[in-house]
C-alpha cells in the first residue's frame, strides 16, 4: 500500500476465547476514531478514511462502517473494502448451525440470538451511506459464498450501492495475498475503488486476519 502512496494503518482487535465480537468490533471504532484525529501527523487525509478487511477482518470492518451508532456524530469512514468476507449474515448462520458447523464460533459470538443479531453487518444495510466493494474468491468457503450471496441481494433489493468483484479459481486465504504484490487485480480493484469515490489523498485501516 506504501507504494502505491497511500497511508495505511494495520490494526489488532482482542481474540476469541478470551474476548466477545463486541469487544472486537469497540477495539476497531477506538482505531478509526485515533486515525481521525492522528492521521495527519502521518501525511494522512482525516477526511478520506477507508476500512478495509479480510474475513473476519472484513466482518469486523464491515460492522464499523455501517453501524450508524458507533459514530454518534457521523462516521468518519468513507468506503469499506471487504475482502472475502465472512460473517455478513452471521445472525442466519448461526441459527441455522449454531450447534454444528458454526459451534467454534459460539466462543466470539456467545450463545445468545441477540448478540448474533447486532452483530451481522446485513442488519445494518442502509444505516450509514458508507460506499462499500465486496471482493470474493471463486472457491472460497462455501459458506462465504453463501452469506456473499444473500447479503449482495439484499442490498439491491433496498437499492443500496454495493460494488462487486469475482475472483476465479481463487481460495480463501489466497485472496490475501492479493495484497502482496502490488501489481495484482487485487490492487486495481482496491485503488480504482478508492478512486471512483473521487478521492486524492487515503487513509486506509485493515484489521488483520483472524
Given amino acids: 500500500m506504501a507504494r502505491r502512496k497511500v497511508v495505511t494503518v494495520v490494526i489488532d482487535y482482542p481474540l476469541a476465547p478470551d474476548y466477545k465480537v463486541y469487544t472486537m468490533e469497540k477495539a476497531v471504532v477506538q482505531a478509526v476514531n ?18 478495509s478487511g479480510h474475513s473476519a477482518g472484513a466482518h469486523l470492518a464491515a460492522l464499523t462502517a455501517m453501524k450508524a451508532s458507533l459514530f454518534p456524530e457521523g462516521t468518519p469512514i468513507k468506503g469499506a473494502i471487504l475482502n472475502d468476507p465472512g460473517g455478513l449474515d452471521m445472525d442466519r448462520y448461526l441459527a441455522d448451525s449454531g450447534q454444528t458447523t458454526g459451534k467454534k464460533y459460539l466462543k466470539a459470538f456467545t450463545q445468545d440470538p441477540q448478540v448474533w443479531k447486532e452483530n451481522s453487518p ?32 439484499a442490498a439491491e433489493e433496498k437499492g443500496i450501492p454495493l460494488e462487486y468483484s469475482f475472483y476465479p479459481r481463487k481460495h480463501h486465504i489466497p485472496m490475501m495475498t492479493q495484497f502482496f504484490f502490488t501489481w495484482t487485480r487485487g490492487y486495481r480493484d482496491v485503488l480504482g475503488f478508492i478512486e471512483e469515490q473521487g478521492q486524492s489523498q487515503k487513509a486506509v485501516i485493515g484489521p488483520s486476519v483472524q
Fill in 34 to 51: 485515533w486515525i481521525e484525529e492522528n492521521i495527519e501527523g502521518y501525511g494522512g487525509d482525516p477526511e478520506q478514511i477507508y476500512i
Fill in 122 to 153: 446485513i442488519n445494518f444495510l442502509g444505516n450509514t451511506d458508507v460506499p462499500m466493494i465486496i471482493m470474493e474468491g471463486g472457491n472460497t468457503y462455501p459458506s462465504i459464498t453463501q452469506t456473499v450471496g444473500i447479503f449482495r441481494k
